[in-house]
């Protein structure tokens, strides 16, 4: 979304800047335009140098990409009325679905992206169950497995099939595919996801399946939360997806790491952010980037 058409400027009166002065370098210039040609310039190794914290070590050395991440979705990416609605609506009816006061989200990225890891076209479905179960268990000592909530954010209509079989005997599971409202029912992805595919969908598609997509990362990172608002205790996903790395920013560092020791190793006991591809054998463990 344009951030002009719903934030004002820090400056009465502020105006955009003229065209001219929107270049992709130098980076002494006043305006940088960043996209997927030049983000390899600007996000890259110098970047790194700049950014990292240079006396931390492993996963701290990122600490202060992390919060700028942070602090660009709580001060500019915010939701405008429209989506702000549609996201508070979900997070009412997955209130209704919950038996306890918060949930484990699952998200399942099938489409164009393949596990880096995971010997297969994708991750099982057994997989992130199992690793639901098992931080359920963890983080909410003394309650039982049958009052555990899963909410599941997926582009394959097959996939959620996949967790309903191995779980509605046993757990409460809600998706956008699953909701009473037919307004975000409409909003579940309409396909597995594939780049090419998308950019042939008309117009309107595509922005239906992007909001679906903001409903579906709000509910699984607890980003945009009020205070009143359910949060997930836990995030299950596979690094191949940008979201999972997003997620990680909604939960929040301490909430996904734990308490990180002095020499950047998570806390297992702790971590709510759980990555099941890689699954700790990549250091560090979460990067701000992808870069092509």
Not at 99 to 128: C, M, T
Not at 196 to 224: C, H, N, P
Not at 264 to 290: A, Y
């Amino acid at each position: 979304m344009d951030v002009r058409s719903t934030q004002p400027g820090p400056e009465p009166g502020c105006k955009a800047p003229p065209p001219e002065e929107l270049v992709a370098c130098p980076r002494l210039a006043r305006h940088w335009v960043v996209n997927s040609r030049t983000a390899k310039f600007h996000l890259g190794h110098t970047y790194s140098n700049a950014y990292e914290d240079p006396y931390a070590h492993q996963l701290n050395r990122l600490k202060p990409m992390f919060k700028f991440s942070e602090e660009s979705f709580y001060n500019t990416i915010r939701l405008n009325v429209e989506n702000t609605r549609l996201v508070q609506n979900a997070r009412s009816e997955l209130q209704v679905f919950s038996q306890f006061d918060s949930y484990i989200a699952l998200h399942l990225r099938r489409g164009d992206r393949e596990p880096a890891f995971y010997r297969g076209d994708h991750v099982p479905a057994e997989k992130f169950v199992e690793a639901a179960t098992t931080a359920w268990s963890r983080l909410s000592q003394g309650k039982s497995l049958e009052q555990l909530t899963l909410f599941v954010a997926t582009d394959s209509a097959l996939a959620l099939g996949e967790i309903i079989d191995l779980t509605s005997a046993s757990y409460t599971v809600f998706s956008l595919f699953q909701s009473s409202n037919e307004e975000l029912r409409a909003l579940a992805s309409p396909g597995d996801y594939v780049q090419k595919k998308f950019d042939l969908f008309r117009v309107e598609e595509r922005i239906r399946a992007t909001r679906g997509m903001i409903v579906d990362f709000a509910l699984l990172s607890g980003m945009w939360a009020k205070e009143d608002n359910l949060i997930p205790q836990a995030v299950v996903c596979t690094f191949s997806s940008n979201v999972c790395k997003l997620a990680a920013v909604g939960l929040g560092w301490d909430a996904s790491f734990g308490e990180v020791d002095a020499m950047g190793v998570i806390d297992k006991d702790g971590r709510r952010w759980i990555e099941i591809d890689q699954n700790d054998s990549i250091i560090p463990v979460w990067f701000p980037f992808e870069l092509f």
